[in-house]
């Protein structure tokens, strides 16, 4: 922010230099020690929220992953334990009972008439002999039993505080959200309604002194004091959107609480046995019924939390212009809400439909457009306008005028005239806004300018209405082409994919170290040996003047047995002779 504000002349075309990363160290320390300041105000309203805001997915996920990581010691010493003795199952079936009740939240494990109920509860689905069967389980599960458990105790405790039998501990939440809901909701709706009044104090102030050329109070205090409460009014409504569903998370939740006790009730009656399979499902989904109240408790406290924190960071702009200088300047001056600003410019006569046509331009209206309602508004819904010809006014703009549709960025205006001097040159109106948001950093988070900085990293944005902006995801066609078989076939004959063939074969290979070989000759087969024929194919003519003959004499062999299948220690081994005579083998020959 200090680098883009063209008055501190840093030129981010170049990497700074020595002097540069001085002087830049100096201006920021200077603005962040700055007293009463509502532009630093605003910046450090947007950190908080953004390091400490999440939507409701996000939230109770990690809500959820920090229970776990406080449970996992309790987990280890159940699912790790080697209990033996009697007094050892007994101290495992306490810890038993002590992780069915932090995990569930349903009282202390410290107060005795709350572990009471609970071990009666855990014994008719988990009697203490039972335990020899859990510790023979995998770790995994086990843990799976004991969440298993913790559902089904809690059921079987928050149905029994339904008919009046037990409940040691467990609160009312459902009574207590009715309760905090309207209050949560009532707060930040007066607190809203006190910044609309600064936002139309501020602004008519604002108009006064450029029609009639003031300089006191400093106009741009003036601006940095609106822009404080503008952001302020976005995160308001933001928790307020939250709180809404909340409230009919709530209701749901009501409707199947009663729905399930029913059928409960239905169920068990007055008999003495019932069959697991039809009531362990239902103590499971009422207490999933009851772990959302739980969640709803802590989101309703979370979102108290932020509203409260919220609050000292507006803290700078009343201090900076109290009601005792601002009262004598609103004198004789008609103050406008936001809502009476839309309303004087609703009519027939204010829209653009009969305005010049301006080339690749168009005005979208709610009966030419579908999804009218839910287009996404460039700069947050303000008039870009005002912003850029009255030094950041920030006006808010009327949908029904006309919402011009402008390289794919759709942009409303809070008059008539606004939209029609905008569409004549909107990039040079565009340009303005940029350059009106390095002077004052904080809007480029409020106006939503992170795609005209790419150096800005935004907050997470969820698609939901009254949820903050995502950062941007840059996307292109590319295209890419491979070789058709990059690399040659390679087929390993011996390859084996099967573990047990590998063994089968691993098996065979060692039983080979311990065999005999054996063979068997006979009369008539010890002279046999291996022969071959060689023949010359035909010609188509020949002549053969002459006889070959020839002789061969035997050749020699000798074996030398005895050397195998020997069963003593010792090695005796002879020689036998097998060469033939010339006439045997001359005989064999022929």
């Known amino acids: 922010a200090v680098v883009l504000d063209p008055e501190n002349q840093f030129n981010v075309e170049r990497t700074l230099t ?80 002590s992780c069915v009740l932090l995990r569930s939240g349903l009282g202390s494990p410290t ?34 039993q004991l969440r298993e458990l913790t559902q089904i105790v809690t059921g079987i405790r928050l149905f029994n505080k339904e008919c009046g039998k037990g409940g040691e501990g467990i609160d009312n939440l459902p009574s207590i959200l009715n309760e905090a809901i309207p209050s949560a909701t009532m707060n930040i709706e007066n607190e809203l309604n006190s910044t609309r009044l600064h936002i139309s104090r501020y602004t008519g102030l604002i108009e006064r002194q450029l029609a009639e050329n003031l300089a006191e109070p400093d106009p741009e205090v003036v601006r940095q004091a609106l822009i404080n409460c503008r952001q302020h009014e976005a995160f308001l409504k933001v928790l307020l959107n939250d709180v809404v569903v909340a409230t009919d998370q709530i209701n749901t939740l009501e409707r199947d609480l009663r729905s ?33 109240f739980q969640d709803e408790m802590v989101l309703l406290s979370v979102i108290s939390n932020i509203q409260t924190n919220l609050e000292p960071f507006t803290k700078s702009h009343r201090d900076v212009l109290p009601d005792s200088v601002l009262q004598p300047l609103l004198t004789g001056l008609i103050l406008r809400s936001d809502e009476e600003r839309v309303n004087e410019t609703s009519g027939i006569e204010d829209r653009v439909e009969h305005a010049p046509q301006f080339k690749n331009l168009e005005f979208l209206f709610p009966e030419t457009t579908r999804n009218f309602a839910n287009l996404p508004l460039q700069y947050k819904g303000f008039c870009g306008f005002c912003i850029a010809t009255q030094d950041r006014l920030l006006v808010p703009g009327n949908p029904l005028i006309g919402i011009l549709r402008y390289k794919d960025h759709f942009f409303c205006f809070s008059s008539k005239d606004a939209a029609v001097k905008f569409a004549a040159d909107p990039d040079r109106f565009i340009a303005h806004i940029a350059d009106a948001a390095k002077r004052s950093p904080e809007l480029i988070q409020l106006l939503e300018l992170h795609m005209q900085f790419s150096t800005i990293t935004p907050y997470g944005k969820s698609a939901e209405p009254g949820h903050m902006i995502e950062k941007p995801l840059t996307k292109r066609d590319s295209g890419i082409q491979t070789e058709t078989h990059p690399i040659e076939t390679n087929i390993d004959p011996t390859y ?25 000759q006979t009369d008539n087969s010890n002279f046999r040996r291996q022969t071959s024929t060689q023949i010359y194919l035909p010609k188509d003519s020949e002549t053969q003047t002459k006889r070959d003959k020839g002789t061969s004499v035997p050749k020699p062999s000798i074996f030398i047995a005895g050397l195998r299948g020997c069963q003593s220690t010792t090695t005796k081994a002879y020689k036998v002779d097998l060469t033939l005579d010339v006439d045997t083998h001359n005989d064999i020959c022929d």
């Open 260 to 292: 399930v006790l029913i059928q409960l009730q239905n169920t068990i009656q007055s008999k003495t046995a019932v069959p697991t399979n039809q009531v362990y499902p239902k103590f499971i989904s009422l207490a999933k019924i009851w772990t959302g």
């Open 496 to 520: 084996e994919w099967n573990e047990w063939e590998m063994r089968r074969k691993a098996i065979k290979l060692a039983n080979l170290r311990t065999r005999i070989t054996h063979s068997v």
């Open 111 to 144: 107060d005795i008439s709350v572990v009471r109920e609970a071990t009666a509860a855990l014994q008719s689905v988990f009697p203490q002999t039972e335990l020899g069967t859990f510790m023979s389980l995998a770790k995994r599960d086990k843990e799976r």
């Open 18 to 97: 020595k002097d540069d990363v001085q002087k830049l160290i100096k201006t920021c320390v200077d603005r962040l020690l700055m007293s009463s300041s509502p532009s630093l105000d605003t910046i450090k309203m947007q950190v908080y929220f953004d390091m400490n805001y999440t939507n409701r997915t996000e939230f109770l996920e990690e809500h959820k992953r920090v229970l776990e990581s406080r449970l996992q010691p309790v987990m280890r010493e159940i699912t790790d334990s080697r209990a033996m003795t009697r007094e050892e199952l007994e101290g495992l079936y306490r810890k038993i009972v």
